[in-house]
């Protein structure tokens, strides 16, 4: 698979991640990668866009799992996601994904939610 490149854009307190391509393992270590960057410079508050990664696999699941604990159990942040199909909002809910974060329909609707 084609390497995926992981934008980030810095809104206020916001960190956007928005991974384009395939979300494997190489792919969600990647993404770990630059949440860890982010929670580094100070961010709390993670928003994944997933608009431009519409397949993930199991090991890029296990990867973001990783993450989200890092993000909202040890870091005490807080972190949501948007852009996912309707397959990955199935298995985000089924994996426990969605208890650590919430799903929005757009970017703008999450960083709604994330500046209150």
């Given amino acids: 698979m084609a390497k995926i490149v992981i934008n980030v854009e810095k809104n206020n307190d ?7 391509g395939y979300v494997d393992e190489k792919g969600g270590a990647a993404l770990c990668e630059a949440a860890e960057n982010a929670l580094n410079e100070g961010f709390q508050k993670i928003l994944i866009n997933f608009s431009e ?3 993930i696999n199991s090991q890029g699941i296990a990867q973001i799992i990783e993450l989200a604990e890092i993000i909202v159990d040890e870091k005490g942040g807080v972190l949501a996601y948007c852009g996912l199909s309707e397959l990955s909002i199935s298995v985000f809910k089924m994996v426990g994904l969605l208890q650590m974060g919430d799903s929005y ?11 209150s």
């Avoid at 916001?14 to 384009?20: G, K, Q, S, Y």
């Fill in 105 to 115: 329909t757009d970017e703008k609707e999450a960083l709604g939610y994330l500046a």
């Fill in 53 to 55: 990664s519409p397949v």
């Fill in 14 to 20: 916001v960190c956007i991640l928005r991974p384009c």
